[in-house]
């Protein structure tokens, strides 16, 4: 009786050291689990990796391609900690970047919020609507859906109440998430442009002549495009405003341009100024017909909101100034000065 009881307690004492010892190697491989989750995949200085995940990938089929892509963490445990912390269905579709410092778990937060690889593309003012295009045709991180169609089919997509294109759209720095189609650029920049417009038109100077904020936008595509020292924006605003209430041609060389089209070579002469087109402020009063580019929200402010001056003149001094008078005996005295 005495020896079975003593085997008895050395099986039962075996037993208790070899669940010790499972304890153990759980407790050191959870550890060593916790740890690996929350230790950096790259270390500092070393490259940003760029990864994509394709949609309706699988949890094993996302690892795998982020495996592929090169990203250095085993793809079996990124499964695991995935499923550990309930996210593996909530994995987003999309570019992502691997950047120094992040971990498994910050790695898998990215997939699950979407924080997909940022790009940026800046319109920049004074730009015409010709120029945006070509920039967004020429950015490698968009998809390019529109790159076929006409200005009036991009038109007719995103702001069908306009019939043209010009001054439509916001000069700024865009970000988006690489491989985003170029219409959401479109869309953006015309959002804001609205938005802008539309607040500033709220806000403007009642005694202003403008029938429309669209007359508004006009005016300040001319403002962006005559100002050389940016500063003088709402003084120039101001000049335009006080020929446009006298009913004198606004007689500004940009507008001229413009109604130039490819013509323009960098240089306008005189017959230049008399051969009438629809832009030409020297042959016909008002304002021309659309925007001539696209202008800032400094220069839709000053459009909005000129300065009080008599001035209706200015002639650049060829220093970025320019000289404002309130005559024309002044007017031609600073372009002598300046100009001749």
């Not at 008895?8 to 304890?23: E, G, K, T, V, Y």
């Not at 402010?301 to 001035?311: G, I, K, S, V």
Request: charged share 20%; proline share 6%.
């Amino acid at each position: 009786m005495s020896q079975k009881r003593v085997g008895f307690s050395w099986d039962l004492a075996l037993i208790r050291n070899f669940f010790r010892l499972i304890l153990l190697l759980a407790l050191g491989c959870a550890g060593a689990f916790i740890y690996w989750a929350q230790h950096p995949i790259i270390g500092q200085g070393q490259q940003t990796i760029e990864f994509s995940i394709k949609p309706g990938s699988s949890l094993r089929s996302t690892t795998q391609q982020m495996a592929m892509a090169g990203v250095p963490a085993n793809p079996m445990l990124v499964a695991l900690l995935a499923r550990v912390i309930g996210k593996s269905s909530k994995l987003k579709a999309g570019s992502y970047e691997l950047n120094a410092g992040t971990t498994p778990l910050r790695l898998i937060g990215q997939l699950v919020r979407g924080e997909f690889a940022q790009e940026a593309l800046v319109i920049i003012e004074g730009w015409t609507f010709k120029q945006m295009r070509q920039a967004i045709a020429a950015h490698p991180g968009l998809k390019h859906d529109t790159a076929q169609w006409s200005d009036q089919e991009l038109l007719a997509k995103i702001a069908p109440d306009y019939h043209a294109a010009e001054g439509l759209f916001s000069p700024d720095t865009y970000l988006f998430a690489k491989g985003s189609s170029d219409l959401q650029v479109y869309r953006q920049a015309h959002a804001l442009l609205l938005k802008r417009l539309n607040d500033g038109w709220a806000k403007r100077d009642p005694t202003l002549p403008y029938k429309s904020p669209y007359e508004a936008l006009i005016m300040a595509s001319i403002v962006e495009k005559e100002t050389g020292q940016k500063s003088e924006r709402d003084m120039i605003a101001g000049v335009f405003v006080n020929r446009l209430k006298l009913g004198m041609l606004l007689q500004t060389d940009p507008t001229v341009i413009y109604g130039m089209g490819d013509r323009y070579q960098g240089q306008i002469g005189k017959h230049d100024l008399l051969t009438d087109t629809p832009y030409n402020t020297y042959t016909r009063a008002g304002l021309p017909p659309t925007p001539i580019a696209l202008p800032g929200a400094a220069a839709l402010t000053a459009a909005l909101n000129p300065a009080p001056t008599d001035a209706l003149y200015f002639v650049s001094r060829n220093d970025g100034t320019s000289e404002f008078s309130g005559n024309l005996d002044d007017h031609n005295r600073a372009v002598n000065k300046y100009q001749r």
